[in-house]
Structures are given as structure tokens and as C-alpha cells.
């Protein structure tokens, strides 16, 4: 790998449960971006992937310097093989060579990423993490996941597997994760999670709320409105992320945290708790060395990371 | 670094609050231990630092191929400047130029490294997890420690300060840690906490215990001898310990934990319900990438790793 300082022109592919985003990147300028794909309209891997070869052929005609192709996808790869185990939420993709297949298509490289990996990787080489030796970077949505940089380098594991900090464990004895482990950050600041609990909360006050009125979102414009029981429940979500965030500082020492995802929209509501609670949980050196950042890139993050991740790896 | 397969010469030096010990190793054989020094034997740094420095030179004398000198050290250190930063439970050690003093002391090459790292690195290197790439060295004692090694090197963060698992959360409301952590892990299988444990356990079954009848080793032989309640203690031991370590695997997919300590001595009354927690809190692609390994060193790892270290820095 080599991280050119003149960036290299790429197709960033954003592989979604329900949209197949695209961009033509250089560093972290997008140049263009098309109408996303509907990941459902394809029936079976084949023909999704063929649909994003006629995409690249397309944009090739006008930028034809594009060198690359990057492909996030939402689910368990293989990064050295460019293989799909298995993707959350996409039936038909188990055992997909998808770099193989695309590659073949195209007539590019390709390398094909985990999204959570994706994203942490922009935001450590263009966004929030620029610059930095170890940075994590946590997507807080309906589910709760994580890319690692360390020692400047993407750390992705054994198995490929590394980053899955919505299964670690925040109490020994606590609600179960998707896998029976008990305690898992997820079931506690998953976004349907925090719905369920900010119901609860109001129903402790006497109040009912319905799911649908207690988003991420609608919980965060009350705290703002002034509503106390909102802004308590953001203190609660602040405890339990930051008692992992803590431990994972404690594990490995790292120069950030890059927050990104819908509930990290909540803003100061969310980071000032945050930062309060980890500095109570850490000793001075470790807390002085560590910066909790608000994302940069958001929604582009996935284009512009698998762009990257392609263009660095040639 | 070079990684030699003809291993070199080396000195490691453990240093701890009570004794520092010397050894001179070649890979992983110990060709020659002296008597240990007591730490409190000499007032201040400097006098001990001599101490070694002398030890080292009559070493030489014996086995001229020594080429460097490793000493690990319970404490906050900077490896790249082989500077001490402060010691635990040694007085007067702060902020001292370890590597630069006893390099001129001893004209000898110097590293500096952090105790549980290097007993990691012995076991990585020469030890259970030898040839494995991603390996998380468990020290289990009063206090508990670990090191990292990921993609085939030592892992020190960002501060040197990575690998403090003693210090992360198992429950995010539980008991209060030196930091003010709460629910760290030291705070439930600390060697004192776990003696602590015992005697309210047996309180409870209306038996006395005095703190003293209850340490780690006397727990494990009442399990062994087929006490309910000493083998109960274990399995709690276990479902703590495998919170953590759970969710350590989650984070980072290693190859291997290698547990060593005073603590992991019982054997299979850890190690066997251990493993049962933590297949029962990990997806089966981690799980099954993942090996619970006891160390193979145990009381020689400083004095391996230490010289280890050493030597493969030339």
C-alpha cells in the first residue's frame, strides 16, 4: 500500500441493505455522484454486481482517469481475498467472490471493505481522524459498529472480524446481545433501543409515548426544547457508551474516537455527557491523549472511505 | 527490529516492587539466573540502576556474546525513549532515563518496556502463542495486566499505556475502581477481591473464612477437593473474567488470549467454564478463530521477554 500524496482517482461503492450508493472520488473530493441503485431491484448477486460494472463504464467515460473500484458492504469479508462471507440484511450474498467477479467485469482493481471499516478509514485518512496514529471510529445507528486504526494502519483481525464493539459487553449480567451475550452495547443505544427505553422513561412519569415518537431524533429535539426526561435519557445513552468507550480506551490507548451515525446527530446533547463520563473512567494519561470527535463525513463517508481504501491500495 | 532465527544473547532484567531479577537468555533458554536483587536494597534510581549495571558486567565476563539489555518494569514507561515515566508501589521512581543511564552505565544497548508487555512478548515469541498473529497476554495476580500483540507487533498505544484490561468495565453501574472506574475488572478477580468474594460467599452458606484462608490457591483446592461453594466461586471468576475477554474478542479477533498469574494457576477450574462463557457470548467465526491458552512461562516471562525484546531490537 502506498499513501500517495497526490490522491488516485476511484469508485467508491456504499453497499447498503437497501440503496447501492456510488461516487467518483479523488482524496476526499467527490466528483460526481449518481442515482443510487435499489439493492432489491437485482435479483442475486450476479446481476447487482453487473450493474454496478455498467456504473463504472459509464463514469469511466467521463472520468477517465479512474484507477480503482472500493466496495463497502454491510457484513463479514474477507479483505485480502476481496470475498463476501455473508452480508446483514442482503439474502442471496453468502461465498461471493465479488472482488473476482467485479474485477473480471470492469476491467479494474478492486477491493472490497467491511462498511464500518470503510468509514473509520475516511475519516482517519481525509475527515475528524486525519493525521492520527490510532483512531476508532463507531457508526451509532440501528446497529453499533466500529473500524480500528492502529499504529496508522486499518486493523481488521484474525477472521476480519474486529470492530464489532455493539457486542461488547457494558454489564456482566445485563440484556442479551444477538449472540446470547449478555450485556451488549447494542441492546442498550441501538436506535430502536433507545426508542424503547425513552418510552419507558415517560412511562415511569406518567407519560405515553409511542415507539415512533421516541427516535434518536425526537428525543434529542425535546432534550433541546428543554424536556427533562430527555435530557436525562441522553445522559443515560452518554453512561453506557461512554463505559465502553472507556474500556476500550483503557485496552488500547488510542489518540480518538470519530462518532458518526444518526445518533450522534444529537450533537453536544450526546458528546458533553460523553466526554464527561470517560474522563470520570479514565486515568490523566490516558484521558489527556484522547480527543471524541464528531464525525466529518456522515452519509459520503462510505464513498469516499471505499474510494480511498481503493486508490491507497494500488 | 529483526526477528532473528538465530536468536541473540541478551540479559532481561525483571524488575519488580519487591525483587529485580536478572537472567541471560538465548531465544528462549535461560542459560544463567543470579541471586535476585531486593528493590528496596538500594536508595534511589541511580543506586539500583548501578546495581544491574554491575550484575550485568560480571554476566559478561561468564557469557561474552551478550549483546543487550531488556528490563520490563510494573509501571508507565515510554519505549522508544526507554524512559520511565512512574513505577507502582516503588518509591522515588519518576520520570527517569532508564535506557540512557544504564546504556552508559553498561555500554550495552537498552530497551525499556512495561511488565505485562513483556511477558506477552515472551509468550508470542517463544511461547504459547508463538507464530500466532494477533495474541492478548493476560497476567492474573493482585493486580490484572495485559499486552498486546496485533499484526505481528507489540501493541503499545498511543501513550504506551494500552493493555490495562484490569481497568475495564464489566458492568457500568458495578463497584468503584482506582480510577473511579466503575465495574472494573480488578474489582472482581483481583487476588484480594477474589479472597474478599469467598468469605462473604461462604458468609452467606453461614460458614467463617478469614481472608487469609481464602486465596486464590486455597479456593482452587477446596474446588479440587470438592467444595459447592469454592467451585461456585470459580465459575463467577469465569463469567467475569469471560465478560471481558468477550469482549476483547469482539473488538479485536485475536488468535489467542494466553493467560498467565498467580490466579491462573487453578487450571481447569478456570479454564473450562472460561471457555464455556465465551463461546456462549462470541459469533462462531470468532469463537472459532479464538485459542484460551495457559502461559507457558509463568515466573521466567519477564526475564524471556525482557531479553526477547532486546535482543530482536539490534
Known amino acids: 500500500m502506498s499513501l500517495s500524496s497526490s490522491p488516485i482517482t476511484a469508485v467508491g461503492v456504499d453497499f447498503g441493505g437497501t440503496f447501492v450508493k456510488l461516487g467518483?472520488?479523488?482524496?476526499?473530493?467527490?466528483?460526481?455522484?449518481?442515482?443510487?441503485?435499489?439493492?432489491?431491484?437485482?435479483?442475486?448477486?450476479?446481476?447487482?454486481?453487473?450493474?454496478?460494472?455498467?456504473?463504472?463504464?459509464?463514469?469511466?467515460?467521463?472520468?477517465?482517469?479512474?484507477?480503482?473500484?472500493?466496495?463497502?458492504?454491510?457484513?463479514?469479508?474477507?479483505?485480502?481475498?476481496?470475498?463476501?462471507?455473508?452480508?446483514?440484511?442482503?439474502?442471496?450474498?453468502?461465498?461471493?467472490?465479488?472482488?473476482?467477479?467485479?474485477?473480471?467485469?470492469?476491467?479494474?482493481?478492486?477491493?472490497?471493505?467491511?462498511?464500518?471499516?470503510?468509514?473509520?478509514?475516511?475519516?482517519?485518512?481525509?475527515?475528524a481522524g486525519r493525521g492520527l496514529k490510532n483512531v476508532i471510529g463507531l457508526t451509532l445507528g440501528t446497529g453499533v459498529?466500529?473500524?480500528?486504526?492502529?499504529?496508522?494502519?486499518?486493523?481488521?483481525?484474525?477472521?476480519?472480524?474486529?470492530?464489532?464493539?455493539?457486542?461488547m459487553s457494558i454489564h456482566f449480567d445485563g440484556k442479551s446481545g444477538h449472540y446470547g451475550n449478555l450485556g451488549a452495547l447494542e441492546k442498550y443505544i441501538g436506535n430502536n433501543q433507545i426508542a424503547e427505553h425513552a418510552v419507558h422513561r415517560y412511562a415511569q412519569a406518567g407519560l405515553h409515548k409511542e415507539i415512533g415518537d421516541c427516535t434518536p431524533k425526537a428525543i434529542a429535539e425535546a432534550a433541546k426544547a428543554g424536556d427533562g426526561i430527555a435530557q436525562q435519557i441522553w445522559g443515560e445513552i452518554a453512561d453506557w457508551l461512554g463505559t465502553a468507550l472507556a474500556s476500550i480506551a483503557w485496552l488500547l490507548n488510542p489518540d480518538a474516537f470519530v462518532i458518526g451515525g444518526g445518533v450522534s446527530m444529537a450533537g453536544d446533547l450526546l458528546f458533553q455527557p460523553l466526554e464527561n463520563k470517560m474522563k470520570s473512567m479514565l486515568s490523566t494519561v490516558v484521558w489527556e491523549g484522547l480527543k471524541i470527535l464528531p464525525a466529518k463525513f456522515n452519509n459520503d463517508a462510505g464513498i469516499i472511505g471505499n474510494a480511498a481504501l481503493a486508490g491507497d491500495s494500488l
Chains 1, 2 share one sequence.
Open 24 to 127: 467518483v472520488c479523488c482524496g476526499e473530493q467527490i466528483l460526481e455522484t449518481d442515482e443510487p441503485i435499489p439493492t432489491a431491484n437485482h435479483p442475486g448477486p450476479q446481476a447487482l454486481i453487473k450493474a454496478i460494472s455498467d456504473r463504472v463504464a459509464k463514469m469511466r467515460e467521463r472520468h477517465p482517469a479512474i484507477a480503482a473500484i472500493g466496495v463497502g458492504v454491510p457484513g463479514l469479508v474477507d479483505f485480502d481475498r476481496g470475498f463476501v462471507h455473508v452480508l446483514t440484511n442482503v439474502p442471496g450474498w453468502n461465498h461471493i467472490p465479488l472482488k473476482q467477479i467485479l474485477s473480471e467485469m470492469s476491467g479494474l482493481p478492486v477491493v472490497v471493505e467491511n462498511d464500518a471499516n470503510a468509514m473509520t478509514y475516511a475519516e482517519w485518512r481525509y475527515g
Open 145 to 167: 459498529g466500529a473500524g480500528l486504526v492502529l499504529n496508522g494502519q486499518m486493523f481488521r483481525g484474525s477472521q476480519c472480524s474486529a470492530g464489532e464493539i455493539g457486542q
